[in-house]
């Protein structure tokens, strides 16, 4: 029985005793173990002549119920009655806000079963179901824009790629497009500062920001050393990658070329276990291959000869250069953010207008790509060219960003059934078996390539995880049939015994 005079009389800590239960069982009886709490009120439960305490134990007991305990059922209703009890005299104490009360309770809580139940707050609930909610919602909201954003970089990866096809039908100057196109990279560095005006509420100025963005270049910011240091090399491959990819577009159909351009990141991978000693990977290896054995099939296709074979030669080439790119600057200049990048291919811009002006004019004044006057050229395709490309390159740094990764790599990788379905369907382009083979290859390579890296741990923990789980649900398969089987045998062995 709880005491409640001490609290008040005395200004020590108040305790509430429990005082045990008294014995309700006959001698040679066993003990009870349903219930193995200390009683909370005087009183012991009826007993009838026999020593059982109600009806239900003397049934249960002549029908030889697995698992019965004799007074397993008195003793959960006495519980539930000294229960009920025990919260009536807490509410008599809970007013007594002055006085830390500790009460002692039985390890077996409100389940009948005398299983733990833990109680939570119901803030920290809601609280706890606002922030899963949350995340769901911004992860969702990630997935959905990165497949947007996936498939708009496909799609101006291949209205790039067809307008180059549209244009050199009036106009074959491979290194003029590509000397126009990059010059439009210069408006780049702008765009990202518009949307730094709209979306933070810091406002800088375009100098205070080309000044903090520029120190990609160093502490010191941009000098014209470092200008022609860190920019030439880079505009340099920036430049042979597009000029050979537009020259192998004019050997081969968009189709063949985006499928071996596919292959730069095979290249990324080699050059970065070589020169940048990253984490040599199995699966990664195979994907090389696999790139190399489609390259092999292209060139095989129309019997490595013609302009097949050295259209195939231009476009791997373009990938070479684009993977020698992207581990330079990863070695040089690390990761930078996307105002960095921004002001980076702007200075790139800067560079291919001032300094790599004049190799377009050598090849006009050598007749290597020869035009007429300037009203002649067809600007619409051009600038419809040079924008779907600056577009193309804002979505890719822009969506490493604001989405995952991967979802930037599968946007290029679409880019090749696109110029399939067009080729199939404008330009009624009939692909050979070995070209087919040969792209699903490629492709296939690719796909290996964008696995992680602790792919393979992460494999063998799922599946080790199912087969555990496999284990478990056979383990309780068996028991609850053994539990059965011997409940049955022991019914029917006391319903024998009875007859």
């Known amino acids: 029985m709880i005491s409640t005079e001490s609290v008040l009389e005395s200004g020590d800590q108040p305790c509430i005793r429990l005082e045990p239960l008294k014995n309700t069982h006959l001698p040679g009886k066993a003990t009870p173990t349903g219930g193995s709490c200390a009683a909370l009120v005087d009183?012991?439960?009826k007993v009838t002549a026999n020593g059982v305490h109600d009806i239900e134990d003397r049934i249960l007991r002549i029908t030889g119920y697995y698992g019965y305990n004799p007074g397993y059922s008195s003793h959960r209703s006495e519980w539930k009655e000294n229960k009920w009890r025990m919260?009536?005299?807490?509410?008599?104490?809970?007013?007594?806000?002055?006085?830390?009360?500790?009460?002692?309770t039985c390890p077996i809580s409100e389940g009948e079963d005398g299983s733990e139940s833990h109680a939570e707050t119901p803030g920290s609930e809601t609280s706890g179901e606002s922030r899963s909610y949350q995340t769901c919602t911004n992860t969702a909201l990630k997935v959905l824009g990165g497949l947007l954003m996936v498939l708009c970089i496909s799609s101006s990866w291949v209205g790039t790629t067809q307008l180059v096809k549209l244009t050199f039908q009036s106009f074959s100057c491979p290194f003029f497009i590509s000397w126009f196109s990059s010059n439009w990279n210069i408006l780049f560095f702008p765009i990202y500062y518009s949307g730094h005006v709209v979306?933070?509420?810091?406002?800088?100025?375009?100098?205070?920001?080309?000044r903090e963005c520029s120190r990609l270049f160093g502490e010191d910011g941009m000098t014209l050393k470092l200008f022609v240091k860190r920019t030439a090399p880079f505009s340099i491959l920036w430049t042979l990658t597009n000029y050979l990819y537009l020259l192998a577009l004019k050997k081969l159909t968009a189709t063949d070329v985006s499928a071996l351009y596919c292959c730069h990141k095979a290249f990324v991978f080699l050059l970065s276990w070589i020169v940048l000693k990253d984490r040599f990977m199995g699966v990664r290896i195979v994907a090389a291959i696999m790139a190399i054995t489609g390259i092999v099939m292209m060139a095989y296709a129309d019997g490595f000869h013609g302009d097949s074979f050295v259209g195939v030669a231009l476009?791997?080439?373009?990938?070479?250069?684009?993977?020698?790119?992207?581990?330079?600057?990863?070695m040089f200049l690390g990761s930078a953010n996307l105002g960095e990048v921004a002001h980076f291919l702007s200075t790139m811009g800067f560079f291919n207008l001032i300094f790599i002006s004049c190799v377009p004019l050598i090849l006009y004044f050598t007749r290597v790509e020869h035009w007429g006057s300037l009203s002649s050229l067809?600007?619409?395709?051009?600038?419809?060219?040079?924008?779907?490309?600056?577009?193309?390159?804002?979505?890719v740094h822009v969506g490493v960003v604001l989405t995952?990764?991967?979802?930037?790599?599968?946007?290029?990788?679409?880019?090749?059934?696109?110029?399939?379905?067009?080729?199939?369907?404008?330009?009624?382009?009939?692909?050979?078996?070995?070209?087919?083979?040969?792209?699903?290859i490629i492709c296939l390579g690719f796909l290996l390539l964008?696995?992680?890296e602790e792919w393979d741990s992460v494999t063998l923990r799922f599946l080790s995880n199912i087969t555990d789980k496999?284990?478990?649900?056979?383990?309780?398969?068996?028991?609850?049939?053994?539990?059965?089987?011997?409940?049955?045998s022991r019914a029917n062995g006391a319903v024998i015994l009875v007859a």
């Not at 250069?321 to 330079?328: D, E, H, P, R």
Request: hydrophobic letters at 40%; one cysteine or more; aromatic letters at 8%.
């Open 450 to 452: 964008l696995l992680p």
């Open 470 to 488: 496999k284990s478990e649900e056979n383990g309780e398969e068996l028991t609850e049939s053994s539990v059965n089987t011997r409940s049955r």
């Open 43 to 45: 009183g012991s439960p």
């Open 199 to 210: 979306i933070t509420r810091e406002k800088q100025t375009p100098i205070q920001k080309f």
């Open 87 to 104: 919260k009536k005299h807490s509410a008599r104490v809970a007013p007594l806000s002055s006085y830390s009360t500790q009460v002692l």
């Open 404 to 440: 995952y990764p991967i979802l930037i790599s599968i946007g290029t990788l679409l880019s090749v059934p696109g110029n399939a379905a067009v080729d199939v369907l404008k330009h009624e382009v009939i692909f050979s078996v070995v070209r087919l083979a040969a792209t699903c």
């Open 378 to 395: 067809p600007w619409g395709y051009m600038c419809g060219l040079a924008g779907l490309w600056l577009v193309f390159n804002i979505l």
């Open 315 to 330: 476009a791997v080439g373009s990938a070479s250069t684009s993977a020698l790119y992207k581990v330079l600057f990863k």
